[in-house]
T-cell receptor, first 112, second 116 residues
């Protein structure tokens, strides 16, 4: 596609349920990033994929968070046993080497 | 460790005023990249500019200009003759020597409100 696509755009879930967020990067982009943005806050790095290298998971806040990416295609971010503190906008970005990152519109997650 | 500080949390200006958004960074890398992104109320981050650490020339693009000073580790952003459409949150970001091969580290953002 022309840009980074994220789905769903909005997700409301009950506390304790698992959720999956999807990111379709720009075709051909080797790098893919997930960030979390709480209301009125900055961007918190979660995880980074680059090609077939091992992902940089240093930003994942707990073992309830995990992410997968197959090759240079779609990525899914999974949050297990969601908590109210997980409520945020989850942003995905992709890039080529030596090119700036382009962001999707985000998934707004609300845990009730 | 890399760090980006945007000390101004919120700025409010009257339309047509000039405004400068500050960004100070910390890194141990000798080669690095700096970025500014705009996040309008719609929420999507829009790329504005990137600058590598070897290029200290200031850049102007229309009403936007950027002042990169390695000596003070700053990469400030000025909007001249501000307009209501400039109202947004602006983020400064930093990446390591291989742009696209390391995650971007963001500042906490500066919320700019331009009042008509």
């Amino acid at each position: 596609g022309a840009g980074v696509s994220q789905s769903p755009s909005n997700k409301v879930t009950e506390k304790g349920k698992d959720v999956e967020l999807r990111c379709d990067p720009i075709s051909g982009h080797t790098a893919l990033y997930w960030y979390r943005q709480r209301l009125g806050q900055g961007l918190e790095f979660l995880i980074y994929f680059q090609g077939n290298s091992a992902p940089d998971k240093s930003g994942l806040p707990s073992d309830r968070f995990s992410a997968e990416r197959t090759g240079e295609s779609v990525s899914t971010l999974t949050i297990q046993r969601t908590q109210q503190e997980d409520s945020a906008v989850y942003l995905c970005a992709s890039s080529l080497m030596n090119v700036e990152a382009f962001f999707g519109q985000g998934t707004r997650l609300t845990v009730v | 460790a890399q760090k980006v500080t945007q000390a101004q949390t919120e700025i409010s200006v009257v339309e047509k005023e000039d405004v400068t958004l500050d960004c100070v960074y910390e890194t141990r890398d000798t080669t690095y990249y700096l970025f500014w992104y705009k996040q309008p109320p719609s929420g999507e981050l829009v790329f504005l500019i990137r600058r590598n650490s070897f290029d200290e020339q200031n850049e102007i693009s229309g009403r936007y200009s950027w002042n990169f000073q390695k000596s003070t580790s700053s990469f400030n952003f000025t909007i001249t003759a501000s307009q209501v459409v400039d109202s947004a949150v602006y983020f400064c970001a930093l990446s390591g020597p291989l742009m696209g091969n390391t995650p971007l580290v963001f500042g906490k953002g500066t919320r700019l409100s331009v009042i008509a």
